[in-house]
């Protein structure tokens, strides 16, 4: 006689276990070469050396085509069972900012932004190093640094490089000027990663 599996009987991935399978299914994207006559669809950042480089920011179109696609592709998991954010991100919160990335979010808009800051590329100790450094117009500034968390980007501190460079613009006094210099840590945006032994030695 033929048994009858019911659905109690399947083991119904969790939410946490269908992220870490998209997580891991990106990896394996990402590690393996693409097929000959593919598109490259990667960001090449020019190599850092001894010299600090100024640079701009330009992510191949192909490169944010292949991101649209993802996003289009998404897999979702099944609803959650409750009205609060203790199964994780509610599926309708998931579905509306996929869907924000996927057909709203003006990457050139921000790039025109980014770059509108000087951004260089430098390596320190075999690491390639980003960072923006503004200089301000006021022969009395003082340098100050802006360092991100993590998960975190340079990109928290677009809005007060103007204000901080040029005070005066914004109502503010001269002698209220900075240089401002923003690193990405290592693994972050243009910056390269670094091995465990080097970041806590």
Do not use: C
């Not at 097929?35 to 190599?47: D, E, K, L, N, Y």
């Not at 191949?60 to 203790?86: C, F, K, N």
């Not at 240089?179 to 290592?186: D, G, N, T």
Request: aromatic fraction near 12%; avoid cysteine; proline fraction near 8%.
């Amino acid at each position: 006689m033929q048994k009858r599996f019911r659905s109690s009987d399947v083991h119904r991935p969790s939410r946490r276990e269908l992220f870490l399978l998209a997580a891991g299914a990106a990896s394996a994207t990402i590690a393996h070469p693409p097929a000959a006559g593919a598109q490259a669809t990667s960001i090449v950042v020019p190599p850092a050396t001894d010299a600090v480089s100024p640079f701009s920011i330009s992510v191949p179109q192909t490169a944010i085509d292949d991101l649209r696609h993802r996003l289009d592709s998404t897999r979702y998991p099944e609803r959650e069972t409750v009205g609060d954010w203790t199964q994780g991100v509610p599926l309708d919160k998931a579905r509306a900012l996929i869907e924000y990335w996927r057909d709203r979010y003006d990457w050139r808009r921000f790039e025109t932004r980014a770059n509108s800051f000087p951004h260089f590329r430098t390596r320190i100790d075999g690491l390639g190093v980003h960072f923006i450094h503004a200089r301000s117009s006021h022969a009395n500034a003082m340098p100050i640094v802006f360092t991100h968390g993590w998960p975190g980007s340079f990109v928290e501190f677009l809005e007060v490089i103007g204000p901080l460079t040029e005070p005066t613009r914004f109502g503010g006094n001269a002698d209220d000027a900075f240089h401002v210099v923003v690193p990405s840590l290592p693994g972050f945006a243009f910056h390269s990663f670094a091995s465990r032994l080097r970041i806590f030695r």
